[in-house]
């Protein structure tokens, strides 16, 4: 059965201001709509880690929206953290920040997951797609080149994988390559089907 079929006498809505993931779910080929974005603070439990973390935001994100969720609408919230050293990388700050962060990653390798909340008025489901990303040794005109040209302050760990930085630096990937853009959509396909 194709989602089209299976979802035709409802609603999709996402969850996300992100324009990649708008992007990759319309991949999909499914219709949805952007739900009214509502901004939550982003703190999370300091004893959880790692893919806990994108799990508990993509939740979190869920719960500001369940009470209004009707009986022919589905939710997707997610949320992607970059993880090196076992620490997380948000959104770049500033410029400063961006170099900091993107020098961190440079020349090692480090973890991004996304967690992703399917909810119903009825139910919930949330899972988790974990991608390990190894980046060459960047040089710092390189890193200064990608912050001043694609101002990265919208992205975790301060880089796109799908811009510049991307193609020049990345040198290999265990994982889903759009679970690192933001939403691991086959993945997402697959729980679709079955939720």
Sequence with gaps: MKLSEKYKNKKILL??????RQELLKGLDINFEIAEIID????????????????YLSELKAQTYIKNIKENEILITADTIVWHNDIVLNKPKDREEAYKMISALS????MV???VTISSSLKQKTFVSATKVFFKQLTDDEIYYYIDTYKPF???????IQEWIGY??????????????GLPVQKLYDELLIF
Excluded: C, L, Q, W
């Excluded at 603070?41 to 973390?53: G, V």
């Excluded at 020349?107 to 480090?110: A, F, T, V």
């Design 168 to 181: 020049i630096g990345i040198e290999r990937i265990e994982g889903s390559y759009f679970n690192v853009m």
């Design 15 to 20: 969850a996300s201001k992100s324009p990649r």
């Design 107 to 110: 020349g090692d390798k480090h």
């Design 113 to 115: 997951f996304t967690g």
């Design 154 to 160: 919208d992205k975790a760990g301060a880089y796109g």
């Design 40 to 55: 939550i603070n982003e703190d999370f439990p300091t004893n959880i880690n790692a893919e806990e973390i994108a799990a």
